[in-house]
Structure formats: C-alpha cells, structure tokens
C-alpha cells in the first residue's frame, strides 16, 4: 500500500504501529505485533530482534498513552448486594430464579469467572470440556465443592477444586441458596449431566444470566463484578494475598486488578482488623 520494501525495518515497523493505532485500539496493535513475529520468523529471522528494539517499545508506548482509551472496570458486588438479592428471590419457586441466584452467589464466594459457569451466546466457541458436572458435586453440611474441569488460567486442563462456604460466622450464607438451586435441578434433570442447567434443560448462556442481571444492576456492573466482589472482600477480612490468589485460580499477580478499594482505606481494613 506504501510501497514500502518486503524486507522489516525498525522504521516500516513503527509506521504500521503509528497506522494502525489510528485505526483500532493500540493494545490490539500490541497483539497484532506479537502474530506479525511468529509469521515472518521463518522468512524474516531479524524481526524479533526488531520487535524488541527501544524505537519500537517507545512508539507503542507512546501510541498507547495518545491514543488509547482507559479501561473501564466494571463495579465490584458487595454482601449488602447479596442479601438484597437473596431477600428478592427467597421465596421464589421458578427454577430459572433459583439458577440465576445461585450463580451469583457461587461465583462470588468461589471467586468464579461468569464463563465457568455459563456458555458464550456464540455457539461456535462452547467448550464442553469446560463444564462443570454434576457427578462431580459433594455437599456437605456448611459447604458443596464441585470440579471446574478447567479455566482461563488452567494451561493443562488440569482442572480445580472449587469450595464454597461463607467467609466468616457474619456474612451471608450460600448454603441455602445453592441447596434451593440444587434440589430444583435434581428433581427436573437427575439423569443429567452438567451441574449448571435452565429450566429448558440447556446450560446457560452468558445473555441468560446478564439479562437477570441488569434487572437489578447498572451498565456499570458486569459478569467480572462478582469475582471482583468476592475477592475484594476477602481482602477486606485480611485474607492473605497468596490465599486469595490461590482461591480464585490465577496464575499471576493479575488478581490485584479486581481489588476495588484504594489501597489506603484497605490498609486502614487490615490495621483496624488486626
């Protein structure tokens, strides 16, 4: 298009980033330089070292810092959201009621992603391998644990342990919750084998849960909001950074993005705790 030589240059390569970064978000063209490596390898051996040149990381960053947008996190639930919730839909006896309560009460307190639980609206991107089963489910008498075959951080489809029980003698309690859930489904699908079902029978789909959702909760509320709930009170209890790290199943220090407190008034939690 510019007439510009096949061969990369530190200079052809800071041009498409200037390009493109006026065209789509500059995180993806970070992406895209990543895919543009592992293509022109074979042909072009000098483009990692290319990519990896001052010029380059100093032209990303600096289309990052003018042209990116801020990233925009959604609202972290809280136990007063919980309570609410469990005091709307208590006494409900529509299944698909008790599902949606129940996710949002175990993806909080077992720090889940809404995609363990739920399928994409896309069909073509469903995994079956990442759904939870019901034979998999033990319940015991202040707690239920259930295998999460795998995840986003599961680079080996090893699977997790998932236990759920409240986090201390004053918070609400998910027992009930998920026991109300759980005999509903057992009676509509015992031969069934995924743990997550709707009253048709079918797991549910992310569009099935977030249409519940936003019944209650704003825009500024979204699937990540009950990770980023469950994690940011655990904190607030004075849970250890390694615990709660282990707990959600991450992989890196990524989790720390979900703690929704300033630093200073969670320090100020911690001190007053102990």
């Not at 090893?158 to 489904?185: C, Q, T, W």
């Not at 009253?199 to 009950?226: I, N």
């Not at 959600?248 to 100020?268: D, M, Q």
Request: proline share 5%.
């Amino acid at each position: 298009m510019h007439n510009f030589p096949i061969e990369p240059t530190q200079d052809s390569l800071s041009f498409f980033i200037v390009f493109m970064s006026h065209h789509i978000e500059p995180r993806s063209v970070k992406s895209y330089l990543s895919g543009l490596v592992q293509q022109l390898e074979p042909d072009f051996p000098s483009i990692r070292e290319i990519r990896s040149s001052s010029l380059i990381t100093k032209v990303l960053k600096g289309c990052m810092k003018l042209k990116s947008k801020p990233i925009r996190r959604k609202e972290a639930l809280t136990i007063a959201d919980l309570r609410y919730l469990d005091e709307k839909y208590r006494h409900r006896q529509s299944h698909d009621d008790l599902l949606f309560v129940a996710l949002i009460f175990s993806g909080f307190f077992g720090l889940l992603r809404l995609g363990d639980m739920t399928f994409p609206d896309d069909p073509n991107i469903r995994e079956w391998r990442k759904i939870s089963r019901r034979s998999s489910l033990l319940v015991e008498r202040s707690q239920f644990s259930f295998l999460l075959p795998t995840h986003k951080a599961d680079k080996f489809f090893e699977g997790n342990k998932v236990l759920i029980h409240a986090f201390d003698s004053n918070s609400i309690d998910p027992m009930p919750v998920f026991i109300r859930y759980l005999s509903s489904r057992d009676l509509l699908f015992p031969a069934v084998s995924p743990l997550w079902l709707t009253s048709e029978g079918t797991v549910p789909t992310r569009s099935f849960f977030m249409t519940r959702f936003h019944l209650f909760f704003s825009k500024l509320y979204g699937g990540a909001s009950m990770r980023a709930g469950g994690a940011t009170y655990l904190a607030t209890l004075g849970t250890s950074s390694k615990v709660i790290r282990a707990i959600g199943r991450w992989s890196s220090e990524a989790w720390e993005l979900y703690i929704r407190l300033h630093p200073t008034l969670l320090h100020a939690l911690l001190h007053h705790r102990r």
